[in-house]
């Protein structure tokens, strides 16, 4: 009788402890942090953000997962996503070397090409299609990138050979310093760089100009932890984003933020290249 009775408060706890185990393998933290006009995180506008918008169709259409949004500094979220760590980023770039770190899904929305941003008021001290690789080498001029961030396979090449002194761990840090003048240039998207200006109360105070060496658009997407359940959340996401990438409501996340002529241009790659993109 006391076997008995022994025995079913350790069925009990057994069960119980495997439905914890199966609820926090369940779960997925997003990293993000406040990047607008992609990740809003306060304000009028919070939450809708384009990474923002794309990340509720995952979270809707994903209800066998518990799904849970943490703000943290990029450098952390990819630390936690390399670690293994149940963690996931919706806005990431891939690269050769990170996908030796996580899993990568189908792309979720674009980057248009990249430029050289510099204060107005010292346009005139820059050619009118600078070449990137002549500012890194000039001594005289001070840029500053995200560490642990890709920013096209050409930039990164760019600042692997001429590596800048200055990091950041977040976009709004760098244009801070610019409208300072702590640096004299930075390499971002447009669209960043000058909404986050128009934020800190300098709109219209950034121009972005074109370089010579690069001018690809390049396309973001869900990196997950390289282990299996990382494969299992991935191959998830995919599944959601070949339902939904093609309808209209998809189209104007991913346009959400942008001028006519951005808009245009998104329209012109988005089925012939974002839809065909493994």
Same mark, same amino acid.
């Given at each position: ?200 109360? /300098?709109?219209? +105070?950034? #121009? %972005? ?5 690069? *001018?690809? =658009? ?39 933020? /942008?001028?006519? +002529?951005? #808009? %245009? ?5 988005? *089925?012939? =290249? ?5």
């Amino acid at each position: 009788m006391s076997f008995r009775v022994l025995r079913y408060p350790l069925s009990l706890l057994t069960f119980l402890l495997t439905c914890h185990a199966a609820v926090a393998g369940d779960q997925i933290t997003w990293g993000k942090y406040n990047v607008p006009p992609y990740m809003i995180r306060e304000g009028t506008w919070a939450h809708q953000g384009i990474f923002d918008q794309a990340l509720d169709v995952l979270k809707e259409q994903l209800p066998q997962y518990e799904h849970v949004e943490l703000d943290a500094p990029f450098p952390r979220i990819y630390s936690e996503i390399k670690k293994g760590s149940h963690w996931c980023f919706n806005g990431a770039l891939k690269t050769p070397q990170r996908e030796s770190e996580g899993y990568f899904s189908l792309p979720s929305s674009i980057f248009l090409p990249l430029r050289i941003i510099v204060r107005r008021d010292r346009l005139s001290q820059f050619p009118q299609r600078p070449s990137l690789e002549s500012l890194l080498k000039d001594h005289q001029l001070i840029t500053s990138v995200m560490r642990d961030r890709s920013y096209s396979p050409t930039v990164d090449r760019l600042l692997k050979t001429y590596p800048p002194k200055e990091n950041y761990s977040e976009q709004m840090e760098a244009v801070g310093m610019l409208l300072a003048g702590r640096i004299d240039f930075m390499v971002e998207l447009p669209l960043l760089a000058q909404d986050q200006a128009r934020v800190m109360g /300098h709109g219209g +105070e950034l #121009v %972005a100009i074109p370089m010579q060496e690069a *001018d690809e =658009v390049v396309f973001n997407r869900v990196m997950c932890a390289k282990n299996e359940w990382g494969r299992q959340v991935v191959e998830a996401v995919n599944k959601v984003l070949l339902a939904n990438r093609a309808k209209p409501f998809y189209r104007r996340i991913v346009e959400k933020w /942008h001028d006519p +002529e951005s #808009v %245009a241009e998104i329209r012109g790659i988005y *089925d012939k =290249v974002f839809l065909k993109m493994p």
